[in-house]
């Protein structure tokens, strides 16, 4: 597709929820990235992707915390047991490889936990 | 944790003059980003610049970067209402692997 697609744009989860958010790169991007911006703060890195293979999952906070990419294209963010601090914006980005390009971002899922 | 630091926190300008943005970063790097986010939008690449480069343009944008100081900006000439924004810079660390984002810079410019 012409950008990076994010699904869906708005999530509210009762505590203890278990949630899953989608992320379609750009077409031929090797890399993808998953990052978790708080209210007021700059991303925060969770999980990278080349092509199927999760190469770092160093950001992710917890073991509740699950990424995917079974076929090398889209991707899903998994949190089980949602906890009120995870209540933040998650931004999906793709990259032709690492960082030697700009990363296209998605617009982001907006995750609240009630 | 967060490896850029942005200075200063939040800009207020009139429309017409120039904005300037400081970032620092900690870890030898092999390039450097900056990024605009429009409230509840995602980011958007403005610029990157390689550690072997002192400075780039695009636009109305001027970015420079001191290696030696561990130390980038961002000029934005002219600035427009439109350019209202908060701004990061990222670098990629040690590694190459991935960026790492300061907190921002939120930008307005007052028409």
């Known amino acids: 597709g012409a950008g990076v697609s994010q699904s869906p744009r708005y999530k509210v989860a009762k505590r203890g929820q278990d949630v899953a958010l989608r992320c379609d790169p750009i077409s031929g991007h090797v890399s993808l990235f998953w990052y978790q911006q708080a209210l007021g703060q700059g991303p925060e890195f969770l999980t990278y992707?080349?092509?199927?293979?999760?190469?770092?999952k160093s950001g992710l906070p917890s073991d509740r915390f699950f990424a995917e990419r079974p076929e090398g294209s889209v991707s899903t963010l998994k949190i089980q047991r949602t906890q009120q601090e995870d209540s933040a914006v998650y931004l999906c980005?793709?990259?032709?490889?690492?960082?030697?390009?700009?990363?296209?971002f998605g617009s982001g899922t907006r995750l609240t936990v009630v | 944790s967060q490896q850029g630091e942005e200075d200063p926190q939040a800009l207020s300008i009139q429309e017409g003059e120039n904005a300037t943005m400081n970032c620092s970063y900690k870890?030898?790097?092999?390039?450097l980003q900056w990024y605009r986010q429009n409230s509840g939008r995602g980011l958007v690449h403005l610029i990157l610049?390689?550690?072997?480069?002192r400075e780039k343009h695009s636009g109305r944008l001027r970015v420079t970067l001191d290696t030696s100081k561990k130390s980038s900006s961002l000029l934005i000439t002219a600035s427009r209402a439109a350019d209202t924004a908060s701004y990061f810079c990222a670098t990629d660390g040690e590694y190459g692997n991935k960026l790492v984002f300061g907190a921002g810079t939120i930008l307005r410019v007052k028409s």
């Open positions: 870890t030898s790097i092999n390039n």
């Open positions: 610049i390689r550690s072997n480069e």
């Open positions: 980005a793709s990259s032709l490889a690492r960082s030697f390009y700009g990363y296209t």
């Open positions: 992707f080349q092509n199927e293979a999760q190469l770092d």
